[in-house]
């Protein structure tokens, strides 16, 4: 089982935001970021309902399940 979070940086390129504006904006902090971005360790959902909170979208818009 693997989760992708390539679709979270692509919307926050649309939105013209960085990862920089959310831990600004103490959405998400450095070290969950960069989980996400290397695709390592487990993300919480506190994590997740701040980001959709944030960006206002549906988690299936950052992220995705990926079979192996």
Do not use: W
Request: hydrophobic share 35%; net charge positive; with cysteine.
């Amino acid at each position: 089982m693997a989760i992708k979070y390539s679709k979270l940086f692509e919307l926050l390129k649309e939105k013209d935001l960085t990862m920089y504006s959310l831990r600004k904006n103490k959405v998400i902090g450095t070290e969950t970021l960069e989980k996400m971005r290397k695709g390592v360790g487990h993300i919480d959902d506190r994590s997740i309902n701040h980001l959709r909170e944030f960006l206002n979208c549906q988690p299936g818009n950052i992220m995705e399940y990926i079979d192996k």
